[in-house]
């Protein structure tokens, strides 16, 4: 690589790398020039796969670019389609700037998306008592387990697959299967650890993992006793890992003793919420019933009955700094009992609501 007398680029062999170099320069986190490469670098294989005619990154059109943001629908969300696509255009963008690229093709694609992707839909609003009757509906103690712990805790579904027995630090009566909690969890009994740290493709707790955690910073969640009972009917029938990473959830169909992958996830709440007539082919967000609507129900419902949006956000890690640094020192006072006192019940009918 070189400048010319105009202080341009010229002769970048890999546009990608150059890009994420300066980005590295420019103070970028190395979780965010993962994420960068990421998304680029499955752009370059699109191309390489699917147009013959484009030689290289740089000679992507504006075509090549929607076909790959078509390429992404129904594999992912609205949202998340539109993060990427917004991933692509900087990339074009920078490089169109300093003189690297003759053109951003990804400038007028930006501008229908604009029109076409809401980032933040109107979804369907469902009541407890709806979401009871439908955890009622499930019988398998994985499936049940899987979603009473996105709905009672608000955590993504990359997050969930990501969970080790280690990040569950908790008592089962009936379980014979023993392990040692993480010393994060020292004092914090009856509690799941949501870690920041994994990545996919990155080797985590001796295994490479499939799905990254999106989390500022780590979060602990308490575990209530209906949550502790779905999770003991489960620990009760797991299968021996394949890991030895000892995954908490693991698959018993085709990969058996695996980790549960978001994949697998997603078939399992989409099997059930058909069923239950919360799914329907081309419904889209607005509609249809994911694991990421869980998060959605957790968090609306809990802020709704807490009034406290401070403790919801620490609970779904999305506080980072100062502020969460004061719940996980006030962790014990405040955002347990806070959570115990308000958590909704779905797998179980209370006394009262």
Not at 9 to 37: C, M, N, W
Not at 182 to 199: G, H, K, M, N, Q
Request: hydrophobic share 35%; with cysteine.
């Amino acid at each position: 690589m070189a400048t010319d007398a105009t202080g341009q680029v010229e002769d970048v062999d890999d546009p990608i790398a150059y890009f994420l170099d300066d980005q590295r320069y420019h103070g970028k986190s190395e979780r965010t020039l993962e994420a960068y490469e990421r998304v680029l670098r499955q752009f370059e294989t699109f191309l390489g796969q699917e147009f013959s005619s484009v030689e290289a990154v740089p000679d992507a059109d504006r075509r090549a670019c929607m076909a790959w943001i078509h390429s992404l629908r129904g594999e992912f969300e609205p949202s998340t389609i539109a993060t990427y696509a917004s991933y692509l255009n900087r990339f074009y963008d920078y490089m169109n700037r300093i003189g690297a690229f003759e053109e951003n093709p990804m400038a007028l694609v930006m501008e229908e998306l604009s029109e076409s992707i809401d980032t933040n839909p109107t979804r369907r609003e469902l009541s407890i008592d709806e979401m009871r009757s439908f955890v009622a509906s499930i019988s398998h103690p994985l499936e049940r387990a899987v979603v009473v712990t996105l709905l009672k805790t608000g955590m993504r579904v990359g997050e969930l697959c990501n969970l080790d027995l280690r990040d569950l630090n908790a008592e089962f009566e009936s379980v014979a299967l023993e392990w040692t909690p993480r010393v994060e969890l020292d004092r914090r009994p009856s509690s799941v650890y949501v870690s920041d740290d994994p990545s996919r493709g990155a080797v985590t707790n001796g295994e490479e993992r499939t799905a990254s955690n999106k989390r500022k910073r780590e979060t602990v969640i308490p575990v209530d006793d209906e949550l502790r009972t779905e999770l003991e009917s489960w620990l009760a029938i797991r299968p021996d890992s394949v890991s030895p990473a000892e995954p908490l959830f693991l698959d018993t169909r085709d990969s058996w003793g695996e980790r549960l992958t978001p994949s697998d996830v997603r078939y399992v709440v989409e099997k059930h919420a058909r069923e239950h007539g919360w799914y329907r082919t081309g419904g889209g967000t607005t509609e249809n019933v994911t694991p990421h609507y869980f998060r959605h129900f957790f968090t609306t419902h809990l802020r709704d009955r807490t009034g406290d949006r401070g403790t919801v956000q620490y609970l779904r890690g999305d506080v980072a700094g100062d502020v969460i640094d004061t719940y996980t020192h006030n962790w014990g006072d405040r955002v347990r009992e806070t959570y115990l006192d308000h958590i909704y019940t779905v797998a179980s009918v209370p006394n009262s609501v």
